[in-house]
């Protein structure tokens, strides 16, 4: 079955510091890739998505995530980040043929000011 | 606005009820879906439907129930027999497609706390 891994699932760090969260996915064929963001008390969205293309894909608040077909990875990376970053993060993927979105456990990420 | 509207957004019952969470979404979206939140677990797929009068058991389907009578309208049924139904509901939707951007959008949530 495909799955989805989610390292160091509680990361603290300091406001301007880097961010890198880690997904690695098992499954061979065709990916489209994901990372959602869940603020505190606010719904899930998404961060941003990589379909194909250019495995460098830009999101939303600065975040970018890099996708590695021979590590079947795609990192989420902040270069500074800012108090109001502090969410938890999700990966997820669907394959093709399948729009159901398969997820990782989760970053739960705290910037301290 | 389009989105997707779940209710109520807490919701407590006793054990051993039925219990129904709302979903309705008016995003014309063919495909919906119900996952389960639970700390350090992320989102775990209960139900999901691509077209209306169809429904399929995603991982964790023991003890919930669906129906998918109106393309907008995808309720859950938390039963008596889910064994730890205490946990907070996400309800999304997406288009259908192979080669077409295929992202989901989810709703609020309903949190079910069972007593």
């Known amino acids: 079955a495909q799955s989805v891994s989610q390292h160091n699932h509680h990361v603290i760090l300091s406001e301007a510091a880097s961010l890198e969260l880690g997904c690695n996915y098992s499954y061979g064929g065709t990916v489209n890739l994901f990372w959602y963001v869940q603020y505190p008390g606010q719904h899930l969205q998404l961060l941003l998505k990589?379909?194909?293309?250019?495995?460098l894909v830009k999101g939303i608040k600065g975040f970018e995530a890099e996708f590695i077909k021979s590590k079947f990875s795609f990192n989420l990376r902040k270069p500074s980040v800012q108090w109001s970053d502090t969410a938890e993060y999700f990966c997820?993927?669907?394959?093709?043929?399948?729009?159901?979105?398969?997820f990782g456990k989760g970053n739960q990420v705290v910037v301290i000011p | 606005d389009g989105g997707i509207t779940q209710s109520p957004k807490y919701l407590f019952r006793k054990e051993g009820q039925n219990v129904t969470l709302s979903c309705e979404q008016n995003?014309?979206?063919?495909?919906m879906y119900w996952y389960r939140q639970d700390p350090g677990q992320g989102l775990r797929l209960i139900y999901y439907?691509?077209?209306?009068?169809?429904?399929q058991k995603g991982d964790i389907a023991e003890g919930y129930s669906v129906s998918r009578e109106k393309k907008e309208s995808f309720p859950l049924t938390v039963t008596s027999a889910q064994k730890n139904p205490t946990a907070f509901y996400l309800c999304?939707?997406?288009?259908?497609?192979?080669?077409?951007?295929?992202?989901?959008?989810f709703g609020q949530g309903t949190r079910l706390t069972v007593v």
């Open positions: 999304a939707s997406s288009i259908v497609g192979e080669r077409v951007s295929t992202e989901a959008f």
């Open positions: 995003l014309n979206h063919d495909a």
């Open positions: 990589y379909f194909s293309g250019d495995p």
């Open positions: 439907s691509q077209i209306v009068n169809d429904f």
């Open positions: 997820a993927l669907n394959w093709e043929g399948n729009n159901r979105l398969a």
